[in-house]
């Protein structure tokens, strides 16, 4: 069966730093590009981030591109976003979710993890 | 950026009743259009993809259909666990792979 539990989220103050992962297990989790994907309170669904199985690609929204990082470690068969000069329109459900095709659509996701930006 | 576009924002379907839901991309996504539900609370989870492809579990009153720009999901006879919220999202080509705003199916 095939999962994903995100962590990492909670309360930061504009300007910090957080770092969510998102534990995979069930599949071959190399073999799979991942995604990141949030969730702003009330709203819509935000593409945020892609990486290749291999990690040797990776793409990026315009929102958080310089600001965020994503990575994989494929020994731990973790995925991890890195999120530095947090603004309070960041605030949202980080929801990561696995490829089923090259890139997508997204057939499996994680349940969320709250990430809060205030002061 | 391809935009893409949702109607009707609100969709008040009484159950057993058929619900028909649009998406529009602003340029041409090919058959690259995946549809996604979301109940409250939880993830969303994969319907469609491949504008037409039902996803795996996925029941039969689910459909989808369209190419290039207008796309659209129906679902045949509306069951009490179908009233939530719907997004499409292209995949074509390049990122950003965007989604649109969402349809909520609600109870009439």
């Known amino acids: 069966e095939v999962q994903l539990l995100e962590s990492g989220g909670g309360l930061v103050q504009p300007g910090g730093s957080l770092r969510l992962s998102c534990a995979a297990s069930?599949?071959?989790?190399?073999?799979?590009?991942m995604t990141w994907v949030r969730q702003a309170p009330g709203k819509g669904l935000e593409w945020v981030s892609a990486?290749?199985?291999?990690?040797?690609?990776?793409y990026y929204a315009d929102s958080v591109r310089g600001r965020f990082t994503i990575s994989r470690d494929n020994s731990k068969n973790t995925l991890y976003l890195q999120m530095n000069s947090l603004r309070a329109d960041d605030t949202a459900v980080y929801y990561c979710?696995?490829?089923?095709?090259?890139?997508?659509?997204?057939?499996?996701w994680g349940q969320g993890t709250l990430v809060t930006v205030s002061s | 950026e391809i935009v893409m576009t949702q109607s009707p924002a609100t969709l008040s379907v009484s159950p057993g009743e058929r619900a028909t839901l649009s998406c529009r991309a602003s340029?041409?996504?090919?058959?690259?259009l995946a549809w996604y539900q979301q109940k409250p609370g939880q993830a969303p989870r994969l319907l469609i993809y491949?504008?037409?492809t039902r996803a795996t579990g996925i029941p039969a009153r689910f459909s989808g259909s369209g190419s290039g720009t207008e796309f659209t999901l129906t679902i045949s006879s509306l069951q009490s666990e179908d009233f939530a919220v719907y997004f499409c999202?292209?995949?074509?080509?390049?990122?950003?792979?965007?989604f649109g705003q969402g349809t909520k199916v609600e109870i009439k």
């Open positions: 340029q041409s996504v090919s058959s690259n």
């Open positions: 979710a696995k490829a089923f095709l090259e890139w997508l659509p997204l057939d499996y």
């Open positions: 999202q292209h995949y074509n080509n390049w990122p950003p792979w965007t």
């Open positions: 491949g504008a037409s």
């Open positions: 069930g599949f071959t989790f190399s073999t799979y590009a």
């Open positions: 990486v290749s199985g291999s990690g040797g690609s990776t």
